[in-house]
Structures are given as structure tokens and as C-alpha cells.
């Protein structure tokens, strides 16, 4: 079955940029939109963007000055980088898929990284 | 934005209990509204879709209703593996989630 898995830095400087990927395994990852959501410790869950193969992506207007999505199909992977981050940006980051297509719920999650920012 | 409210924040209850736990939006969303199921450590897990249909695999006694801004999760007998945290997410624009309702003994 497809399984996800997210990878990158656990550490992040403030006012750098967060890069993670997300492997996508047991399937292809054409068709489908792939999406970063977010929570901070003790804290409930935030939906960062989301992004297809062809290219089309839509952001949460709250991040979408500083989100960057990209997908790379020969690896069967997508990538997300947040630039200029700050301590607000710490938590556990998933990467998710959902079907698209006005089904915009989210079937299958990665594990999840924490990623911390601080000096 | 579409805002996602779920009460209660906290629910005790006990094996064998009906529970309920309402999702209110801040506008109509129709039925695009999805309930997920997280236990401590692990990612969230996909319960319901479209306000009322069930994942596969996941058990009978998950029900969910509403259409909308008003929304229900019960879970018709309560068993051990049910405490946890549940949220709803709205998709009609985007995706926004509640804050979370913390199921425990």
C-alpha cells in the first residue's frame, strides 16, 4: 500500500529556510495532490499547501508569502520550503495526500518530522 | 477563512458509552467534511469523509452527520482503542481544521 515518509533537517536557524521531502512509496505519485500540514506540540493541525504533478498548487493564504512546493516524479517525491522562519514555525510537519477533484480530505499521512526552530 | 469549531474541548466517558462530539463552521460548507482520529505520537488517522461516509476499514460503531455548519461525530459504543483526540477539517475552501476533541477515561 502507498506509504509516506517525511525527511529533513530537525534543526532550523531562525530567519532560514525549512526544507523537508516526503517519499512517496507503494504507488505512483501522479494523479493525486500532496499536501504539508503542520501542528505544534499540544497543539491541533494546519494545513500549510498543496500541490500536484502538472504543477498547480494552492498555499494557506496565511504562509503563502514565505511556502515553497515542489514535486519531483522520478524520485516519487515532494518537497516543501518555508523561508524565513521563526519559533512560531516549530512543530511536527506531515506531508499528506489527498485525492483532489473537490475530495480534498486526506487519506493517507507520513509518520511526521519535528522540526525546531532555534538558535 | 473558514473557521472550525469543536465541542467539547475535553470528553470523559467510559467503555461501552455513546458519545458525541459536534463541529460547528463558521459558514456553509455543504457536506465537505472530514473526521480524523489522532493518538499521542502518531500521525492522524482518516476516519469520514463527505460528513457521513466511513473510510474503509474503519468500524460500524463511527458514525457522522450534518450539513452545513453543523456537524456530529458519535461513536455508538465506545472501546479501548477509541480514546484519543479527534478533529474535523472542512474542504469546501481549502482545508481548515477544529482545534480538537480529546476523548479520555
Known amino acids: 500500500q502507498v506509504q509516506l515518509q517525511e525527511s529533513g533537517p530537525g534543526l532550523v536557524k531562525p530567519s532560514e529556510t525549512l526544507s523537508l521531502t516526503c517519499t512517496v512509496s507503494g504507488g505512483s505519485i501522479v494523479s493525486y495532490y500532496w499536501n504539508w500540514i503542520r501542528q505544534p506540540a499540544g497543539k491541533g493541525l494546519e494545513w500549510i499547501g498543496r500541490m500536484i504533478t502538472t504543477g498547480n498548487s494552492n498555499y494557506n493564504p496565511s504562509l503563502k508569502s514565505r511556502v515553497i512546493m515542489s514535486v519531483d516524479t522520478s524520485k516519487n517525491q515532494f518537497s516543501l520550503k518555508l523561508t524565513s522562519v521563526t519559533a512560531a514555525d516549530t512543530a511536527i510537519y506531515y506531508c499528506?495526500?489527498?485525492?483532489?477533484?473537490?475530495?480534498?480530505?486526506?487519506?493517507?499521512w507520513g509518520q511526521g518530522t519535528m522540526v525546531t526552530v532555534s538558535s | 477563512d473558514i473557521q472550525m469549531t469543536q465541542s467539547p474541548s475535553t470528553l470523559s466517558a467510559s467503555v461501552g458509552d455513546r458519545v458525541t462530539i459536534t463541529c460547528r463552521a463558521s459558514q456553509s460548507i455543504s457536506r465537505w467534511l472530514a473526521w480524523y482520529q489522532q493518538k499521542p505520537g502518531k500521525a492522524p488517522k482518516f476516519l469520514i469523509y463527505?460528513?457521513?461516509s466511513l473510510e474503509s476499514g474503519v468500524p460500524s460503531r463511527f458514525s457522522g452527520s450534518g450539513s452545513g455548519t453543523e456537524f456530529t461525530l458519535t461513536i455508538s459504543s465506545l472501546q479501548p482503542d477509541d480514546f484519543a483526540t479527534y478533529y474535523c477539517q472542512q474542504y469546501n475552501s481549502y482545508a481548515t481544521f477544529g482545534q480538537g476533541t480529546k476523548l479520555e477515561i
Open positions: 499528506a495526500r489527498a485525492y483532489g477533484g473537490g475530495s480534498w480530505f486526506f487519506d493517507i
Open positions: 463527505k460528513a457521513s
